[in-house]
């Protein structure tokens, strides 16, 4: 998956982290000949490739990024109560991922961009969403649920 890059932080062992939109970090090193970023050795050459898409082995894994924290979560829905919009392909907001936990049931996960298989949700497999990806839930039959929203720790505010 293909993911912006939105800033850049050194790694304790000083190598360069490109932050990326979806709260992932992924190191870009100037290693010639195998590597070669010489953009990665200036501010400026850093800050030409703000807003390029690259690579997101972790989100292609649906990997919750590191230091995200829950902060809400919906009440729980059942085959009867389920709203209309999680059974349509939406998705969350910007630096917003989610869990769907099966309490009981199952439920069809289905990741519409980019076209994954359907993915069978139980109470020992839980959903990861990706912020900003397109997705819905289809019933396979009785099914208790609930999503809960991560997003990243804010840090708290200096006195």
Do not use: N
Not at 13 to 39: I, N
Not at 116 to 121: D, H, K, S, Y
Not at 132 to 157: I, K, N, S, T
């Amino acid at each position: 998956m293909q993911r912006a890059i939105t800033g850049y932080h050194r790694d304790d062992a000083g190598d360069l982290v490109a932050e990326l939109a979806c709260g992932h970090g992924v190191h870009m090193r100037h290693r010639p000949p195998m590597v070669s970023r010489p953009w990665t050795l200036t501010d400026e050459g850093r800050a030409s490739r703000l807003g390029t898409a690259v690579a997101c082995v972790r989100c292609e894994r649906f990997e919750l990024p590191e230091g995200f924290v829950a902060y809400k979560r919906t009440a729980i829905f059942t085959e009867a109560s389920v709203p209309a919009g999680l059974r349509a392909a939406h998705t969350t907001k910007a630096g917003v991922w989610a869990q769907i936990h099966v309490e009981a049931g199952s439920l069809r996960y289905c990741v519409e961009s980019p076209a994954l298989a359907p993915q069978t949700l139980t109470p020992e497999v839980v959903g990861v969403v990706i912020a900003e990806r397109p997705h819905r839930v289809e019933l396979v039959g009785p099914v208790r649920f609930f999503v809960e929203f991560y997003r990243r720790e804010e840090a708290p505010l200096a006195r």
